[in-house]
């Protein structure tokens, strides 16, 4: 009986390791295809992407609310580091709230441009984490998305959900918080990293993480 429970416990947990890098996988997957669509149209307006620094990838953030409103989404973040060669990814968890947002329920697909290390230091330091500023922050969608060469510490941009131009118009995300996920960074490693260790490339590089550096090198040089 107790050999039986001893296997049954470990089967569990092999099923929970399994499924927790699947939905990692799919997550990675997610994200290059959202920046290859967004990419491949032009959908960024940008002339010289050398000067992009970091790059979150939130898929199918959910907002909600009229007046008041909130906002969630889970994702991921690379970042080049100081060989000037796009990290692997960090898992992030976006959440907050605002003001003025545009009412109702609506699922989109958020894509998050860092000009500066300074801007997302926060997430690879120790801290874990780091606040969107209303300040630096500039939010757009569709093929005139309005940023051009003058781009802004960090810019935004942001699709509805299984399409290539939308409207999120008029959306602060200036109380946005992001936190580092770091169970799902371990599961996706199977082990445990410093996120200093991931960001400057010391995991092997999986297939998905492969294809991920492919695209950002493609439309990110």
Same mark, same amino acid.
């Given at each position: 009986m107790k050999r039986f429970l001893k296997l049954a416990a470990c089967a569990l947990l092999l099923g929970q390791l399994a499924y927790a890098d699947f939905t990692q996988n799919q997550k990675v997957r997610t994200s290059f295809d959202i920046l290859n669509d967004l990419g491949s149209r032009k959908l960024l307006n940008l002339k010289d992407t050398s000067e992009i620094r970091g790059i979150m990838v939130i898929p199918d953030v959910v907002s909600g609310g009229l007046v008041v409103t909130t906002h969630?989404?889970?994702?991921?973040?690379?970042?080049?580091?100081?060989?000037?060669?796009?990290?692997?990814?960090?898992?992030?968890?976006?959440? &907050?709230?605002?003001? %003025?947002?545009?009412?109702?329920?609506? /699922?989109? $697909?958020? @894509? !998050? =441009?860092?000009?500066?290390?300074?801007?997302?230091? &926060?997430?690879?330091? %120790?801290?874990?984490?780091?606040?969107? /500023?209303? $300040?630096? @922050? !500039? =939010?757009?969608a569709g093929e005139k998305a309005g940023v051009m060469s003058d781009l802004p510490e960090i810019s935004a941009w942001a699709t509805l959900r299984g399409?290539?131009?939308?409207?999120?118009?008029?959306v602060s995300?200036?109380?946005?918080?992001?936190?580092?996920?770091?169970?799902?960074?371990?599961?996706?490693?199977?082990?445990?990293?410093?996120?200093?260790?991931?960001?400057?490339?010391?995991?092997?590089?999986?297939r998905y993480t492969k294809t991920l550096k492919e695209v950002l090198n493609k439309y990110f040089k």
């Open positions: 969630t989404g889970d994702g991921i973040f690379v970042g080049r580091n100081d060989e000037n060669e796009w990290s692997s990814p960090i898992f992030i968890n976006f959440k &907050g709230g605002g003001i %003025g947002l545009q009412g109702g329920y609506k /699922s989109t $697909d958020l @894509v !998050v =441009l860092f000009k500066s290390r300074r801007s997302y230091a &926060g997430l690879i330091n %120790g801290k874990g984490q780091i606040d969107l /500023s209303a $300040d630096a @922050v !500039v =939010l757009a399409k290539s131009r939308g409207l999120f118009a008029g995300i200036n109380t946005s918080l992001i936190v580092v996920d770091k169970e799902a960074t371990y599961d996706y490693y199977d082990r445990m990293y410093d996120m200093e260790d991931i960001y400057n490339n010391s995991p092997k590089d999986s």
